[in-house]
């Protein structure tokens, strides 16, 4: 069998260089690089979420990619660690994020809090709690 070297996940966007921009300044992401066609167009964006990429992408019946927001229920999200939960979640809500649920401990060992972006993807943010 080959090996997998690596997993990119790819995300659908109406508005690449919104997305982009948001999940840089809400969720502190690093931001990378968005590339355009020739009528300026954001088409494919791309940023780090730790050692992780992520690749935007458009919304295009070429190759049967649609936004988010049109489907009505989520079947996928990401979990994401952070250095502070809470110093998180205010930044995400300053920034405008979709806050699901505030930062609470849960039984699996773990404080964490739900959002969605501007176009409704799902994202978890945790701190694992520490074992006494």
């Known amino acids: 069998m080959t090996k997998i070297e690596r997993v990119i996940p790819l995300l659908v966007y109406e508005d690449i260089q919104a997305a982009h921009d948001f999940l840089v300044n809400a969720f502190g992401f690093t931001p990378g690089r968005v590339d355009r066609d020739r009528e300026g167009h954001a088409v494919h964006g791309e940023l780090r979420a730790g050692d992780l990429e992520i690749w935007l992408h458009r919304v295009t019946a070429e190759h049967k990619m649609s936004a988010h927001s049109a489907t ?13 939960v809470d110093a998180h979640y205010t930044q995400a809500a300053a920034f405008g994020a979709i806050i699901d649920s505030k930062p609470a401990d849960m039984e699996y060992g773990q404080r964490e809090y739900g959002a969605r972006d501007l176009e409704g993807h799902r994202w978890w943010f945790a701190t694992p709690l520490k074992q006494e």
């Open 72 to 84: 009505p229920a989520t079947s996928s999200g990401f979990v994401v660690y952070v250095e502070d």
